[in-house]
């Protein structure tokens, strides 16, 4: 067979048509793809080495990607009898953790682990967070940070 100029002028439409089509095909199969890929939730997040994962465990923090949430004994004033308040934890493997307190009046302090560790505290309008005190009394990290105090399960902090 043959093929002029003439046919392939005639053929040349039809042909776009089809890599057309088939282009817009292999477009909506990638975004169902994509779509597939985004729309499944991560369970825990991937293992990190050291500053890293203390990186990735205050910016999930920061957007409100916790692991957990459950009610944890505080007091906020010097001399206070501990209340509860609600404690919200991201972790980034490797002992990384930023928990983040609430207290019921709405204030909120961030708890930042280090390798199964309490490290530091985020500043506040109430205090610097930097006068700090922990110890860690089996499975209970007993934390002061300025007047404040918590009690937090390890379990809860590092997932185990």
């Known amino acids: 067979m043959t093929v002029t100029a003439f046919t392939a002028q005639k053929l040349w439409p039809a042909l776009m048509c089809i890599f057309v089509a088939a282009s817009a095909l292999q477009a909506h199969a990638a975004q169902r793809s994509v779509e597939g890929v985004l729309a499944t939730p991560v369970l825990s997040p991937l293992p990190?080495?050291?500053?890293?994962?203390?990186?990735?465990?205050?910016?999930?923090?920061?957007?409100?990607?916790?692991?957990?949430?459950?009610?944890?004994?505080?007091?906020?004033?010097?001399?206070?009898?501990?209340?509860?308040?609600?404690?919200?934890?991201?972790?980034?493997?490797?002992?990384?953790?930023?928990?983040?307190?609430?207290?019921?009046?709405?204030?909120a302090r961030k708890l930042y682990f280090t390798e199964g560790a309490f490290t530091s505290a985020s500043a506040?309008?109430?205090?610097?967070?930097?006068?700090?005190?922990?110890?860690?009394?089996?499975?209970l990290f007993q934390i002061r940070v300025d007047d404040q105090r918590y009690e937090i399960p390890e379990s809860f902090v590092l997932g185990n």
């Open 124 to 139: 506040t309008m109430s205090g610097a967070g930097r006068d700090t005190d922990w110890s860690l009394q089996g499975d």
């Open 48 to 107: 990190v080495a050291g500053e890293d994962a203390v990186k990735l465990s205050k910016q999930r923090a920061q957007k409100g990607d916790f692991d957990a949430e459950i009610l944890i004994p505080c007091a906020q004033e010097l001399g206070q009898n501990l209340g509860s308040c609600n404690a919200a934890v991201a972790r980034a493997g490797q002992g990384a953790a930023t928990v983040v307190v609430t207290f019921p009046n709405g204030f």
